[in-house]
C-alpha cells in the first residue's frame, strides 16, 4: 500500500502561482512514477503532469510551459510548481502513484483560480 497525502492548493488570482506537494509513505519501492491529475466540475479526471523514477517527465500540451512537476527523492514528495495560472485550471487536484501495476490516488486539493 501506499499513501499519498496533498497540499498546498487554495485560491490563487490569474496569472498567479500556487505550489502543490504530494508526500509518500507506505510501500514506497518500486513506484514506478507518480503524477498529478486534475478534475474540473463536470468533466473527466485529466491527466496534468507525470516524473518518473528516473526523472523523465510528461507534460499535457495545456499546462506546457506554465507548469513544473519535480520531486525531492530524500522527503519521497514530488511537487507541481505552478505558474500563470488561468481561470481554466480551476479543479481538484489529485496525486498518484503507480506500483507493481496498480494505482494509488490521494484525497485531492482544490485549486481555484478566480479574481
Known amino acids: 500500500q501506499v499513501q499519498l497525502v496533498e497540499s498546498g492548493g487554495g485560491l490563487v488570482q490569474p496569472g498567479g502561482s500556487l505550489r502543490l506537494s504530494c508526500a509518500a509513505s507506505g510501500s514506497i519501492f518500486s513506484i514506478a512514477y507518480m503524477g498529478w491529475y486534475r478534475q474540473a466540475p463536470g468533466k473527466q479526471r485529466e491527466l496534468v503532469a507525470t516524473?518518473?523514477?528516473?526523472?523523465?517527465?510528461n507534460y499535457a500540451d495545456s499546462v506546457k510551459g506554465r507548469f513544473t512537476i519535480s520531486r525531492d527523492n530524500a522527503k519521497n514528495t514530488v511537487y507541481l510548481q505552478m505558474n500563470s495560472l488561468k481561470p481554466e485550471d480551476t479543479a481538484v487536484y489529485y496525486c498518484?502513484?503507480?506500483?507493481?501495476?496498480?494505482?494509488?490516488w490521494g484525497q485531492g486539493t482544490q485549486v481555484t483560480v478566480s479574481s
Open positions: 516524473i518518473t523514477s528516473t526523472g523523465s517527465t
Open positions: 498518484k502513484a503507480a506500483r507493481l501495476g496498480l494505482g494509488y
